[in-house]
């Protein structure tokens, strides 16, 4: 019987399944990225449990190999378990996201002062559409949309500064803070609301070659959105 409560969704709705064939060997690895890739996005909430046949049967596959990138995803702290063997997504305190927040601050700040350097004017105007659909997702109401653009936003940018270390550090610390993100729209308003949006001030800063300018307008991005994170934590 399919799994009433799917794990792992696509953007239509469905459950979502590898395409094309897969070899044994790969499957941990692949069910791995798919999860993750679900953290990032804010696709599992804080506090879900996340069940090896549950997932193993919206992914179509068995659950051994789900199994295995459960408890890898435990090993990197984008999971956790419990005294009952029971792995979900972790609830995060007001310190720890604030040490996340700052940390993303730090290599986020440094990759989009690389990108300012390196970021070709088509490569901008990509952001810049990322952001318009963000935007409209935002206008329309569609916050899972908006939360994938976002991130969208962040990973291209981060893409930008061309180098690889620095990027997966910026991935392990999504794969940690993507579930609270969705934090962002339980408040009455949203985060940049009556004032310039983080987004532009970075494109701006990107097309002016102002490495520093970049820094900041990122950084001033994410602490913008960390204040609406720690409001709806409360004290």
Known sequence: MPNPNPVLETDDGRIGRFGGPISKESLSQQAYLVIRDSLMRSRLKPGRMLIA???????GISVTPVRESLLRLVSEHGLVMDER?????????????????????????????????????????????????????????????????????????????????????????????????????QGRSRPFRGRKHGHILVIESLRERAPEKARQAISQDILVGGMAILDALGN
């Open 85 to 185: 063997g029971t792995v979900m997504v972790p609830t995060l305190d007001r310190d720890r996201c604030i040490e996340i927040r700052d940390l993303r601050v730090l290599t986020e700040g440094e990759g989009a002062a690389r990108a300012a350097r390196l970021a070709t004017n088509t490569e901008i105007d990509e952001l810049a559409v990322i952001h318009e659909r963000y935007l409209q997702a935002e206008h329309d109401g569609d916050f899972t949309t908006a939360l994938v653009a976002n991130e969208s936003f962040h990973f291209t940018l981060c893409r930008l500064a061309q180098s690889p270390v620095l990027f997966r550090i910026v991935e392990n610390l999504w794969v940690q803070f993507g579930p609270v993100l969705a934090y962002i729209y």
């Open 53 to 59: 046949r549950e997932v193993a049967s919206d992914l």
